[in-house]
């Protein structure tokens, strides 16, 4: 039988339940019309070739089809749940998002939304916890669970990096966490800042009767992030951070398998995500990202600030809304608020995305005049106003490092 580009197209087409309907925006090139270069979208990413072709198989029943053509230039293609294996998200992505997104047939593509069917979703594990992170391995209740990440965000020594997780933990936060680029470099080596921020955890814990954990950053090799996974569950510790984007979904997902039995929460750093999605014509969207992370297992990930931080967000509340949304039963995803965060904002970026969210600091810690310990203090000061409905300007009449900071950054919008 023929292959041709016709065959995968068909603009009346109603989806079959178990399809992964993808909404693609598209920009044709120059000489080819928004059909011609959505039947190639399918073709290309499913079964098809630029060649028609000659088959005794019939392989229709795995072929994609587009469909849904509409002015704002975008476009639906189903693809039948048989195109993909199981729970390989490597593989499916080299379907949705592969060679298309380099055709000449396209001036540019963006992958903008999955809807996941069953038929796929099930064969993921999706995150073990999800926002019951926030009670069920933290002492959070109904507040954001807090977080900080020590600035300056590479030098620090194993000792000064610990100091600074006990001043944040004692001062109000309720988790240290690694910066993206630290990992395990000769100025602070791995198993000794590990080691070391336990042990502070430990003692903060004590004093302040709350749990106190830490994020430490895996990303590595893959054979590595397991076993550093397993050093922070030798040493009591039950979170660890991925750099999911530039570690790479195949590495996460061995990472969220192989640690099935530590009983880990997995933190997502979304680090090279922007290379993604930023541009609003061409890429694939953070919201598709996000449903990946979702799939392979992430219990909390970077959704942005909701326009009030240091960079650029796309629809951080539509992608928590997803995020927190069913997917077949796969446990939701807590999402967190980060990048240019500080007291003086907090109720701005709440006010965007609600009270069940992580919501973290780095600088706007670690820079308050009256160091970590005073920072910590105000940033949470302001996010338990936030969730009694008293304003920030209010609680620092009790709280006198919230006033300082809020003297220091106002309502700023850092850059
Ligand atoms: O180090 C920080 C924030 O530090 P600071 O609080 O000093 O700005 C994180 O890497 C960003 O949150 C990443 O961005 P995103 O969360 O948007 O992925
Ligand atoms: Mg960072």
Redesign the pocket.
């Known amino acids: 039988m023929g292959i041709q580009y016709d065959d995968f197209l068909d603009t009346a087409y109603s989806p079959a339940a178990d399809d992964l309907r993808c909404t693609f925006r598209i920009v044709p090139a120059s000489d080819m019309s928004m059909e011609a270069a959505a039947a190639r979208v399918a073709s290309e990413s499913s079964n098809g070739t630029w060649a028609a072709l000659d088959v005794e198989t019939d392989v229709s029943r795995l072929s994609a089809v587009a469909y849904a053509l509409r002015d704002d230039g975008t476009v639906k293609v189903a693809y039948p749940a048989d195109l993909f294996e199981d729970g390989n998200l490597a593989q499916v992505l080299s379907c949705i998002a592969g060679n298309i997104m380099g055709m000449k047939a396209v001036e540019s593509i963006r992958l903008e939304d999955c809807e996941w069917p069953a038929a796929l979703a099930e064969d993921f594990p999706g995150p073990r916890y999800g926002s019951a992170v926030k009670h069920r391995l933290l002492d959070a209740g109904d507040r954001p669970a807090l977080a900080t990440?020590p600035?300056p965000?590479v030098g620090l020594p194993p000792e000064a990096h610990a100091q600074v997780g006990y001043d944040a933990w004692m001062g109000g936060v309720d988790l240290l966490k690694d910066?993206?680029n630290l990992t395990d470099q000769s100025f602070n080596p791995f198993e000794e800042r590990v080691t070391r921020s336990f042990d502070r955890a430990d003692e903060a814990e004590s004093e302040t009767g709350d749990r106190k954990d830490y994020l430490v950053n895996i990303t590595a090799e893959t054979d590595e992030m397991v076993r550093r996974a397993e050093f922070v569950a030798d040493h009591g510790g039950r979170f660890v951070m991925v750099d999911i984007v530039t570690a790479g979904w195949s590495a996460l997902q061995t990472v969220r398998e192989r640690t099935d039995d530590l009983d880990l929460a997995i933190h997502a750093?979304?680090?090279m995500?922007a290379a993604f999605d930023r541009l609003p014509h061409h890429g694939v969207s953070m919201r598709c990202l996000a449903q990946f992370a979702r799939l392979a297992g992430v219990d909390h990930l970077?959704t942005?600030t909701a326009g009030f931080?240091?960079?650029a967000?796309e629809d951080t509340v539509g992608i928590n809304a997803w995020l927190r949304s069913d997917l077949h039963g796969l446990a939701d995803v807590l999402p967190?608020a980060?990048?240019?965060?500080h007291p003086g904002i907090v109720d701005s970026v709440l006010d965007e995305t609600g009270g069940d969210v992580m919501i973290?600091?780095?600088?706007?810690i670690h820079g308050h005049p009256d160091g970590t310990r005073a920072g910590a203090e105000a940033f949470r000061a302001a996010a338990e106003a936030w969730v009694e409905g008293e304003s920030p300007d209010e609680r620092a009449e009790e709280v006198p490092a919230l006033r300082v900071a809020l003297d220091k950054w106002g309502t700023e919008t850092p850059r």
């Open positions: 990440v600035k965000k910066d993206e750093h979304r680090a995500h970077h942005g931080g240091k960079l967000n967190v980060s990048g240019g965060l973290q600091a780095g600088g706007g």
